[in-house]
């Protein structure tokens, strides 16, 4: 999954940016997104489990590691430039590529505001 939507943040990236090298932000785009969508996951299992609000430093970290992880996989080891050799798409099929592109970064949007939600859960569920 993670291949198809690199070779797609590239594309996104090299047409709109006119950037020649968009390896890094590509890495950083696809980080990010992953960061809100793991972070926004874990804010809403803490504070509905457990009446716990997320703290902003632990938000930086995961969202640091995150970056850091795709960066060693991607940048470092080269494999985003094989990947754009090989042009990938999910089940072969480019609109059905493009279609769960645009959930993913949907997803991730979503999952930036979820910190009002949090904020709801914790307010109405944890009045103890």
Known sequence: ????YYYYY???????RNNKDAHLPTVFGI???ESFIINGIIQILLAYFFCYKYSFELLIGISIVIVLCNFIYFKKSN?????LQVKPLFFSNNVISIILMTLFLLLGIIFIFSIFFVDYIVMIHCKQ
Request: glycine share 6%; aromatic share 32%; with cysteine.
């Open 79 to 83: 494999y985003g430039e094989n990947i």
């Open 10 to 16: 590239y594309l996104i990236y090299r047409k709109f």
């Open 1 to 4: 999954m993670k291949v198809f």
């Open 31 to 33: 980080s990010f997104c």
